[in-house]
T-cell receptor, first 107, second 115 residues
Framework: GIQVEQSPPDLILQEGANSTLRCNFS?????LQWFHQNPWGQLINLFY?????KQNGRLSATTVATERYSLLYISSSQTTDSGVYFC?????????WGAGTKLIIKP | NAGVTQTPKFRVLKTGQSMTLLCAQD?????MYWYRQDPGMGLRLIHY???????AKGEVPDGYNVSRLKKQNFLLGLESAAPSQTSVYFC??????????????FGSGTRLTVV
């Protein structure tokens, strides 16, 4: 089946820094999503981004489907950005999730 | 507007006991999902439903059963709990299959421990 790999597994930054999270997938997809899980466990859907670029405030995402990767950019990080960021791709009625990038933003 | 509500939030079971997790959504979504999340991993799909009265197996269905008798409710049952089912369980719903416009909405999770 399709494989989803995320890097880095862990990232520690100071408040105000920028970051780039990467998601590689092993097969062509028609649906890629980014999620944020806050330190209390709540999951929020950030982007639906099967291709191209989208922006939402300080967050933006780019997917290059032909090269099978997606990037999530976080600018001017805030402590509230801490948590785990997951990408997931759609295959056979299922979202296949990566293992996530754990982001810690220090004040 | 409650979104997706899961009950209970925490539960401890003894091996062999049974229980049912309830998921309720008030957004009139057709698609509902049950996932489990183990430490250091992403979510894995247990079962899903594409509408009232329909269910299907996901990636890790063994040991679980589901029912969707009403559009707003999706129940996950464990008939004979095992320690390997210790996990955090998330319910989610979406308006469409690819969730391209409105995304997925998740419940707050159920932390289940089987001893």
């Amino acid at each position: 089946g399709i494989q989803v790999e995320q890097s880095p597994p862990d990232l520690i930054l100071q408040e105000g820094a920028n970051s780039t999270l990467r998601c590689n997938f092993s097969d062509s997809v028609n649906n890629l999503q980014w999620f944020h899980q806050n330190p209390w466990g709540q999951l929020i859907n950030l982007f639906y981004i099967p291709s191209g670029t989208k922006q939402n405030g300080r967050l933006s995402a780019t997917t290059v489907a032909t090269e099978r990767y997606s990037l999530l950019y976080i600018s001017s990080s805030q402590t509230t950005d801490s948590g785990v960021y997951f990408c997931a791709v759609y295959s056979n009625y299922q979202l296949i999730w990566g293992a996530g990038t754990k982001l810690i933003i220090k004040p | 507007n409650a979104g997706v509500t899961q009950t209970p939030k925490f539960r401890v079971l003894k091996t062999g006991q049974s229980m049912t997790l309830l998921c309720a959504q008030d957004m009139n979504h057709e698609y509902m999902y049950w996932y489990r999340q183990d430490p250091g991993m992403g979510l894995r799909l247990i079962h899903y439903s594409v509408g009232e009265g329909t269910t299907a197996k996901g990636e890790v269905p063994d040991g679980y059963n589901v029912s969707r008798l009403k559009k707003q409710n999706f129940l996950l049952g464990l008939e004979s709990a095992a320690p390997s089912q210790t996990s955090v369980y998330f319910c989610a719903s979406s308006y469409s299959k690819l969730a391209q416009n409105h995304g997925y909405t998740f419940g707050s999770g159920t932390r289940l421990t089987v001893v």
